[in-house]
């Protein structure tokens, strides 16, 4: 059995040692490769994720701002069940990066803070197109607007600094 280096925090997996092999070209080495979907298999996929896509776009676009982050964490839920892959993917980063500081509990609570955070941000950004001045509003809260104010009551460019939060990109 082949002795793998300590885990590393990882975004997607990627090609490690290519090991050569008599039967074709390289492939990776680690985990062996997943076997190919059929194209069957693959249309079914395709055509349930497409119905399940079309139906979510409709309840975006009727639900209010509350209502849509609701159904997107329970989506996470389901989401969190169905990407295995991923799961294992973000419980071998926390390993990695914070080593036993947190327990198996705090972990499971920490990915599925990743999801849920993650889905809501989706929805937001897909629901955006259909919110109004007034919705905006009430979603968002501007601090030291007076000082923007100010600076452009004088006839001069403003320098505006804002913090960055998300972090689906």
Do not use: Y
């Not at 069957?40 to 509350?66: D, G, K, P, T």
């Not at 009430?138 to 100010?150: M, Q, Y």
Request: overall charge positive; some cysteine; aromatic content about 6%.
């Amino acid at each position: 059995m082949a002795q793998h280096p300590p885990p590393t925090p990882e975004r997607d997996p990627a090609p490690q040692d290519a090991a050569s092999s008599a039967d074709g070209p390289a492939r990776p080495a680690g985990p062996p490769a997943r076997p190919r979907k059929s194209p069957r298999r693959r249309a079914v996929e395709q055509f349930f994720v497409h119905w399940v896509v079309a139906f979510l776009a409709l309840l975006i676009r009727r639900l209010s701002l509350r209502g849509l982050r609701r159904l997107a964490s329970g989506v996470a839920w389901v989401v969190g069940l169905l990407a295995v892959r991923r799961q294992r993917m973000m419980e071998r980063n926390l390993r990695a990066v914070f080593g036993a500081r947190f327990g198996a509990r705090d972990r499971r609570r920490i990915r599925r803070g990743c999801v849920v955070n993650i889905c809501k941000t989706m929805a937001e950004l897909l629901k955006l197109r259909w919110l109004s001045d007034a919705d905006v509003r009430r979603a968002v809260s501007i601090e030291g607007l007076e000082h923007l104010d100010a600076g452009l009551s004088q006839g001069r460019g403003v320098i505006i600094i804002t913090a960055h939060f998300g972090n689906w990109e």
